[in-house]
């Protein structure tokens, strides 16, 4: 997973994959918000560049459809957008902390995870 960059729309895509395991293209589509639901070949052209860049594959076929699955975790994905919004702060984590903190998005609950998260890599682990 490591340099491939997904879009607002692929990462969409694989949202659905990741909440329900596999899911066909029709699924995929029927997944996205009425009034703004993209065509069924606009999805059916966006998962077949997905398998391209190796994101998710196909499981099975179910009659004349395939079902397809995420090849790449959520947090692999995540990661990239995180590393990308990182750079554009010059690497630097502190902007991005202060304004979640001064919009209210920053919670208790997230401070204690990063603060065991922390624990855990000073102490030669992986964090959970």
């Given at each position: 997973?490591?340099?491939?960059?997904?879009?607002?729309?692929?990462?969409?895509?694989?949202?659905?994959?990741?909440?329900?395991?596999?899911?066909?293209?029709?699924?995929?589509?029927?997944?996205?918000?009425?009034?703004?639901?993209?065509?069924?070949?606009?999805?059916?052209?966006?998962?077949?560049?997905?398998?391209?860049?190796?994101?998710?594959?196909?499981?099975?076929?179910?009659?004349?459809?395939?079902?397809?699955?995420?090849?790449?975790?959520?947090?692999?994905?995540?990661?990239?957008?995180?590393?990308?919004?990182?750079?554009?702060?010059?690497?630097?984590?502190?902007?991005?902390?202060?304004h979640l903190i001064g919009a209210g998005k920053l919670t208790l609950e997230?401070?204690e995870f990063a603060e065991r998260a922390l624990k855990q890599i000073k102490?030669?682990?992986?964090?959970?």
């Amino acid at each position: 997973m490591t340099g491939v960059r997904l879009t607002k729309f692929e990462m969409q895509i694989m949202e659905t994959l990741w909440g329900k395991g596999e899911a066909s293209i029709r699924e995929i589509q029927e997944s996205f918000p009425e009034k703004k639901r993209p065509g069924y070949t606009t999805v059916q052209k966006m998962v077949y560049r997905l398998e391209e860049k190796k994101v998710l594959h196909r499981v099975r076929k179910v009659g004349n459809f395939h079902m397809f699955a995420a090849a790449v975790t959520r947090e692999a994905a995540q990661g990239r957008w995180v590393d990308d919004l990182l750079a554009i702060f010059g690497g630097q984590t502190r902007p991005v902390v202060a304004h979640l903190i001064g919009a209210g998005k920053l919670t208790l609950e997230d401070v204690e995870f990063a603060e065991r998260a922390l624990k855990q890599i000073k102490s030669g682990g992986k964090p959970e």
